[in-house]
C-alpha cells in the first residue's frame, strides 16, 4: 500500500475545517442603548485633512449602530479620538458630534488670524491649496534652511491653545466608555510610544501632531517626541488583544497608491512623506494577514490568537488630488468640504459593509500590501 500524501494545503483545509469559530462578543450598551456591532477605529493624522475623519466620526456617531469601542490616532487623528471621547462622556454620540463641530470651527477662526492663505485666483478656480501665497512659499523654505529651535524659539503652536480651550482632559481620562490610543515618535529611540487614556494630557497630544521641521520637539516627563506619524499611523497592534471586537476600521487619509512619478521637488517631498507615514500600517497589515494564515492552516492556537477583520475609509480621488500645502489651508470652507467628504464616504460604507461588521474583512490587507487593491 502507497501512503497518500498529504499536502500543506490539504493539511491546511482539514485543520481549518476543525477550526473553532471565535465567540461572538456580547452586545454593548451605552446610556441604555444596545449596539449590535462594534469597531476599533484607527485615524491617520494629515493636518486639515483630518476634517475628512470628523466627517466619518460624525456619520458613525449620526447612524448609532455601530459601538465605538476604542480610537488609535495619530497627530489630526489624535486631536479627532480626544475631542470625541470629551464630547461622548459629557452628552453622548450627540455630545461628541457638537464638540468635533466646535474644534474644527475653532481651528478655522485661528486660521483667519494667519498670513498664509489661498489666493484670490486660487478662490475663483477653486484650488484648495497654498502654493500661490508667498507667505506660504517664503515659509516652506524657512523650514528647509532653518530648525524650528531658530524661529520659533518659544515653541508656540496655536494648536494648543485650541486644543486646551475645547477638551476638559481630566474628563477624557475619565471616559470608560471608549479606550485611546494616542501614537507619538520617541526621538531618542525612535521607537513608537502609545499613550493610553488614563493618562493623557495635552502635551501628549501635541507629541502625536509634532512636525519637526516646524515645531520643536515636546518632551513628556523629560522625553522629546515627535509625530507618531514617522512609527504609527496609526498603530493597531492595542486592538489585537484589548478589544472585544475583532474589526479594526481605518480611515486613510495618506495615499498608499499613487501613479506616475512625482516629477517637482515639492510633489517628491509630498510622496517621500506618504510613504513614510504609511509604511508602519503596512507592516502590521502585514502581521495581520500572516497570523490568519497561520490560523487557517491550523498552526496557531485558536483560544490564543484570533482572526482580525480589516476594514478601511478613504475617498481616494478627491484626498489624492489635494496638494501637501492644503494639509495647513484652515479655511472653514475646505474644513467643511472635508467633512462632507467624509461623511459620504462613511456612509456609503456602512451601507455596503455594515452586515460584515464582526463576520468578515472588507479588505484584503495582502492585495492592499501588493498593490492589487489600489487606496
Known amino acids: 500500500m502507497v501512503a497518500k500524501k498529504v499536502t500543506r494545503k490539504a493539511a491546511a483545509k482539514k485543520a481549518s475545517s476543525k477550526k473553532t469559530p471565535a465567540a461572538k462578543a456580547a452586545p454593548a450598551r451605552r446610556a441604555g442603548k444596545v449596539f449590535e456591532k462594534r469597531v476599533n477605529l484607527a485615524l491617520q493624522g494629515g493636518g486639515a485633512h483630518g476634517a475628512y475623519t470628523w466627517g466619518v466620526l460624525d456619520k458613525f456617531l449620526e447612524d448609532g449602530r455601530v459601538y465605538i469601542e476604542a480610537i488609535s490616532g495619530t497627530s489630526a487623528?489624535?486631536?479627532n479620538a480626544v475631542v470625541a471621547a470629551d464630547g461622548l462622556v459629557e452628552g453622548g454620540e450627540d455630545g461628541a458630534r457638537a464638540a468635533l463641530h466646535?474644534?474644527?470651527?475653532a481651528?478655522?477662526?485661528?486660521?483667519?488670524?494667519?498670513p498664509i492663505q489661498r489666493s484670490p485666483i486660487d478662490i475663483w478656480m477653486g484650488n484648495w491649496s497654498l502654493e500661490s501665497n508667498p507667505v506660504y512659499v517664503a515659509f516652506d523654505m524657512m523650514t528647509r534652511l532653518f530648525s524650528p529651535y531658530d524661529f520659533n524659539p518659544l515653541g508656540l503652536n496655536p494648536l494648543q491653545d485650541i486644543l486646551e480651550q475645547e477638551v476638559d482632559f481630566e474628563r477624557v481620562r475619565r471616559c470608560t466608555q471608549m479606550?485611546?490610543?494616542?501614537?507619538?515618535?520617541?526621538?531618542?529611540?525612535?521607537?513608537?510610544?502609545?499613550?493610553?487614556?488614563?493618562?493623557?494630557?495635552?502635551?501628549?497630544?501635541m507629541a502625536s501632531a509634532c512636525l519637526p521641521f516646524i515645531f520643536k520637539a515636546v518632551e513628556v516627563d523629560?522625553?522629546?517626541?515627535?509625530?507618531?506619524?514617522?512609527?504609527?499611523?496609526?498603530?493597531?497592534?492595542p486592538f489585537f488583544h484589548r478589544s472585544k471586537s475583532q474589526d479594526i476600521l481605518v480611515v486613510q487619509i495618506n495615499p498608499v497608491y499613487r501613479p506616475g512619478a512625482p516629477r517637482s521637488a515639492p510633489e517628491i517631498l509630498q510622496r517621500v512623506n506618504e510613504i513614510t507615514f504609511n509604511s508602519s500600517l503596512l507592516k502590521e497589515f502585514r502581521a495581520i494577514n500572516f497570523v490568519d494564515e497561520l490560523l487557517e492552516e491550523g498552526r496557531l492556537d485558536p483560544e490564543k490568537y484570533r482572526s482580525i477583520y480589516l476594514h478601511l475609509i478613504t475617498s481616494n480621488d478627491e484626498l489624492k488630488a489635494l496638494g501637501a500645502s492644503s494639509k495647513l489651508n484652515s479655511e472653514w470652507a475646505f474644513l467643511k468640504h472635508l467633512f462632507d467628504l467624509g461623511r459620504r464616504a462613511a456612509g456609503d460604507w456602512l451601507d455596503r459593509n455594515y452586515d460584515k461588521l464582526g463576520v468578515q474583512s472588507s479588505i484584503k490587507p495582502l492585495d492592499v500590501i501588493q498593490g492589487r487593491t489600489k487606496v
Not at 523629560?222 to 497592534?237: A, F, R
Open 107 to 114: 481651528v478655522s477662526e485661528q486660521g483667519k488670524l494667519s
Open 179 to 205: 479606550a485611546l490610543y494616542i501614537s507619538a515618535t520617541n526621538v531618542e529611540t525612535g521607537v513608537v510610544k502609545v499613550f493610553e487614556r488614563n493618562d493623557l494630557t495635552p502635551e501628549m497630544v
Open 102 to 105: 466646535r474644534f474644527w470651527k
Open 222 to 237: 523629560g522625553t522629546p517626541y515627535w509625530d507618531g506619524g514617522y512609527m504609527g499611523n496609526p498603530v493597531l497592534y
Open 77 to 79: 487623528g489624535a486631536m
